[in-house]
């Protein structure tokens, strides 16, 4: 596995390149659905796939970009939550020691179904009851933390884990009361990068325009990314004044799910490695691109192979633009020699088989 830090890496480093906590579910994904299914009827997909989702989803994409992840969750003591942590232990190489199963407590569900480059959830889940010992006051030493700034959720473990040294990285999910209440935000002062899709930014910052919001965004955070969809997108470092917009990647969408953690990711991926700010916007487009053509949030997530593999795959034309393929020529030191086919598949289709 390439290494994006390697050049950075001294004996005094903290053991971990991100930490991360939440809540882990079982997804189960159909893709191939020619419509929404109605009412009444049954309606059959031409694919599936299992895999563990929730803040499973960033902690893979972290992994497959090479970072050491540590990931603090609640596991259920069902087949479910022993499929979750195996897959993210021994198949990603996650550090689950600060993670716990629950003796009782049966793990999240989600049921996705993709359709003409959206997705419908339905889940179902129980808090987790708390730990038996209390959790630690301070998170692990890391070099980065990324978290959700959630409405009323506790984020005082930001403060202490900015206070201990680490990078803080944070998205927002969308408000259902409507309210996009700034205080909400009150995070972002202990945060490096604050990464909101259009609509979020848009209203947390009463504004009409998403590059406006990430610029009023980047007066409480020292970079606001803001994402474009379809478009691409949106950068501004608040300390420097220098912004940055990327287009996005066009590409046959065939879930959508986890686009958004892989994103994240390759933000955090770029951002540690000290790479400039229109790199880092390019990268974390390209590696969500590339994971909307797989059908699952984890499942779909893109390592340092298939990036490299698509590389080698668009520069093999004549009539690609000039201009986008020097957008990307900073892979060209990154990325070791790829000899693997286009495209690499990486989904795997039920929980049913073991591996020998």
């Known amino acids: 596995m390439l290494d994006p830090l390697a050049a950075l890496r001294t004996p005094d480093d903290p053991p971990h390149d991100v930490y991360l906590t939440g809540s882990v579910f079982l997804d189960i994904v159909f893709t191939g659905l020619d419509s929404a299914p109605v009412r009444g009827t049954e309606s059959w997909a031409r694919g599936m796939g299992s895999s563990p989702g929730g803040v499973a989803n960033m902690a893979t994409a972290l992994a497959r970009l090479g970072l050491r992840t540590c990931l603090a969750a609640a596991f259920g003591d069902d087949m479910y939550g022993e499929y979750c942590w195996e897959s993210l232990e021994r198949g990603e190489g996650i550090d689950l020691s600060l993670s716990r199963t629950v003796p009782g407590w049966h793990s999240p569900v989600t049921v996705s179904m993709a359709y003409e480059g959206e997705r419908t959830m339905v889940s179902h889940g129980h808090e987790a ?31 202490r884990a900015a206070r201990a040294g680490s990078r803080i990285f944070a998205d927002v999910g969308w408000d259902d009361t409507g309210r996009w209440d700034p205080a909400d935000l009150a995070g972002l002062e202990h945060c490096e990068a604050f990464l909101p899709n259009a609509g979020e930014a848009m209203r947390y910052t009463r504004t009409d325009c998403p590059r406006t919001a990430a610029h009023r965004l980047a007066e409480k955070v020292p970079t606001a990314v803001v994402t474009l969809g379809s478009e691409g997108a949106y950068a501004v470092d608040g300390s420097t004044g220098e912004t940055a917009e990327v287009p ?29 700010l229109a790199d880092r916007l390019a990268f974390a487009g390209l590696t969500a691109a590339l994971s909307v053509q797989e059908f699952g949030g984890s499942l779909s997530a893109p390592g340092w192979a298939e990036v490299a593999a698509w590389w080698q795959h668009v520069r093999a034309f004549d009539d690609q633009d000039p201009a986008a393929l020097r957008r990307y020529a900073f892979l060209d030191a990154l990325l070791p020699g790829c000899g693997r086919p286009w495209p690499l598949r990486r989904a795997v289709p039920t929980i049913g088989f073991r591996r020998p």
């Open 129 to 159: 009851p708390p730990p038996r010992e209390p959790a630690p006051g301070t998170p692990p030493p890391a070099r980065a933390c990324v978290a959700s700034l959630q409405q009323g959720a506790d984020q005082e473990w930001l403060e």
């Open 248 to 276: 996005a990647i066009e590409v046959e969408a065939l879930d959508p799910t986890g686009a958004g953690d892989v994103f994240v990711a390759g933000f955090v991926t770029g951002t540690l490695a000290g790479w400039p």
